[in-house]
């Protein structure tokens, strides 16, 4: 991957093994967008008399301009021509961002869309880096070298806030035509899913399945993003899934995603039920737009998105919890999912879909507005009716939630007298997999463990006092 001529010619090296660099804050010379500013980046297909092959415009500060330790408004916009090029396209390259910059020594590329977060390191500004203009053209060449369907590209980066801000508004639109284009499609519909490696090189056993119902963790992949993908580029990331055999229409098992998980993963996992939270749920990358989190005192689920940085009310916040979820595993309790799935009529239906879901930050509330059922929109809290689990369990009595209905079930099947026989069943699993601070909150005190059908062996169990 790493051209000779090009370590010679940039004052960086480049090559995968660079991939999954991360810069400390003590470490950085500059933040660009990220949680504490903003930014997007953007691939537009325009006809090849609209691009001027390898220019690249800074608008805005550049990198020798800027003050050490500051922050930024940062937007990566890139025009593409070429003779194979079509709409679907645009996703997918876009996405290969995250991948091809993270090839260059001393710059950080996190997320995507309109949640990238990126750092420049003191070292790279020491070695020469002065411009993002350098960075632009060392990012073009490997585009072009990894995806030669690209005859022509050209690179507008920005960080004057203004125009960052306002070429947003617009980038916003073409995210929503995109996602929103998916959806009169439906599994069913369709005989083929398709799937993703691209973010193996940080999870090795993660392998996302997108379906017209199920957009991509990353939120960045539709069902036609995938598909254009696979059909251009046979050998990269993306790839065909024939369905097989429908095995559990409800939950969205099929025997062909089946086969590809266990070969996939490495055989990490054999099963994966698209529409589930609890049985054997979709693996998560590290990538996910937003994190649902179960919340066993209230048998209910939350959701935190990246931009919402205060502590949920199970006590953890996104960051505390992504840690929980990624890696690529199955993490009962936790699940990666996109903006999007919100909207799908198939949204983890085998739970109860938005009967089960409890609280929301508000943006985010608002954000997926349509997406919610009507007479459940009310019953669902923010961090404006609860912050903590005690709130949150009042709220929801309060507003006659459909998981309150679930509570006296639950307070019911605790009189049945236990046994202790089979293996350790998925429910039990993601109670035992929540964090102990958040469990027994609810109640005011203590902790409550529920065991169902379990099979639990402990040599020791130290219980300290905090
Ligand atoms: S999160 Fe999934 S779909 Fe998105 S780039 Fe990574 S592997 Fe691909």
Redesign the pocket.
């Known amino acids: 991957m790493a051209a000779k001529k090009e370590e010679e010619k940039f004052p960086f090296e480049i090559g995968p093994m660079y991939e999954g660099e991360r810069i400390r804050e003590k470490d950085m010379f500059v933040e660009l967008a990220g949680p504490k500013s903003f930014g997007f980046e953007l691939v537009q297909v325009v006809s090849a008399n609209e691009v001027e092959d390898g220019k690249a415009t800074v608008m805005g500060p550049d990198i020798k301009d800027m003050k050490e330790g500051g922050r930024y408004p940062y937007a990566m916009v890139y025009k593409v021509a070429g003779k194979d090029l079509e709409k679907d396209l645009e996703a997918v390259i876009e996405?290969r961002q995250?991948e091809l910059q993270g090839y260059i020594q001393g710059y950080m590329h996190l997320n995507q869309r309109y949640d990238i977060w990126i750092r420049i390191s003191k070292d790279a500004v020491k070695k020469g880096l002065t411009s993002l203009a350098q960075i632009s053209k060392a990012t073009m060449k490997l585009f072009k070298s990894e995806l030669p369907f690209i005859e022509k590209m050209e690179a507008i980066y920005i960080t004057d806030e203004a125009e960052v801000r306002k070429r947003k508004e617009d980038a916003m639109k073409v995210y929503t035509a995109r996602d929103e284009r998916a959806r009169g499609l439906h599994d069913e519909d369709v005989d083929t899913f398709y799937g993703?490696?691209?973010?193996q090189s940080f999870a090795p056993t993660?392998v996302?399945i997108?379906t017209p119902d199920r957009v991509?963790?990353?939120g960045?992949?539709t069902w036609f993003d995938t598909r254009a993908s696979a059909k251009v580029d046979p050998e990269g990331?993306n790839f065909a899934i024939p369905k097989g055999t429908c095995i559990d229409a409800v939950g969205g098992e099929y025997s062909g995603i089946n086969e590809r998980a266990v070969q996939l993963s490495g055989g990490a996992f054999s099963r994966v039920k698209l529409h589930s939270f609890f049985e054997y749920p979709h693996t998560s990358?590290g990538?996910f737009e937003v994190i649902g989190f179960y919340i066993p005192e209230l048998n209910g689920l939350g959701f935190v998105d990246r931009g919402y940085t205060e502590i949920t009310p199970n006590g953890l916040p996104f960051s505390t919890m992504a840690a929980q979820t990624g890696g690529g595993k199955q993490t009962y309790g936790f699940l990666g999912i996109g903006i999007g799935y919100f909207r799908s009529p198939k949204f983890l239906q085998a739970d109860g879909g938005f009967k089960k879901v409890v609280w929301l930050p508000k943006k985010l509330k608002e954000r997926i507005k349509d997406g919610i059922p009507q007479d459940l929109y009310d019953k669902i809290a923010t961090e404006e009716n609860a912050t903590d689990l005690a709130s949150l369990k009042k709220f929801l009595e309060e507003k006659s939630h459909p998981v309150v209905a679930t509570w006296k079930k639950e307070e019911k099947a605790e009189e049945l007298p236990v046994e202790v026989e089979a293996e350790a069943s998925s429910a039990a699993q993601s109670l035992m997999s929540m964090p102990v601070g958040a469990m027994g909150a609810a109640g005011g005190g203590g902790i409550r463990i529920i065991l169902k059908n379990a099979k639990v062996k402990i040599d020791k169990v130290i219980v300290k006092k905090s």
């Not at 993703?196 to 973010?199: K, Q, Y």
């Open positions: 996405r995250h993703c490696t691209l973010c993660n996302c997108v991509s963790l990353c960045a992949m990331p990358c990538c």
